[in-house]
């Protein structure tokens, strides 16, 4: 059974970084096509945030842009969301999935960013 655990989330003041994992057990992170991070908000829907593809290639959404990047380590069967210049609005849970074929959602981690 493939699972996906989110962890490395916490409190930042604005400005400051946090790097997130995503760790797949069950499967090889090299036989996943992509695999995206989502957050959700307070009172918000999910929202995707990042996608990071078998090949290396990297998309993001618009709010975050310039500010965070995805890495994998196949050793650890672990991809990374390395967040910088954090804002307020990233206030979220984040999570990490397969889609199309997406997988239970994992339990998420919470980012909170406040000053």
């Known amino acids: 059974q493939v699972r996906l655990v989110e962890s490395g989330g916490g409190l930042v003041q604005p400005g400051g970084s946090l790097r997130l994992s995503c760790a797949v057990s069950?499967?090889?992170?090299?036989?996943?096509?992509?695999i995206y991070w989502y957050r959700q908000a307070p009172g918000k829907e999910r929202e995707f945030v990042g996608v990071?593809?078998?090949?290396?290639?990297?998309r993001f959404a618009d709010p975050v842009k310039g500010r965070f990047g995805l890495s994998r380590d196949r050793a650890k069967n672990t991809v990374y969301l390395q967040m910088n210049s954090l804002k307020l609005e990233d206030t979220a849970v984040y999570y990490c999935?397969?889609?199309?074929?997406?997988?239970?959602w994992g339990p998420g981690t919470q980012v909170t960013v406040s000053s």
């Open positions: 999935n397969t889609p199309p074929n997406f997988l239970p």
């Open positions: 069950g499967r090889s992170i090299s036989t996943i096509a992509a």
């Open positions: 990071l593809t078998t090949a290396g290639a990297t």
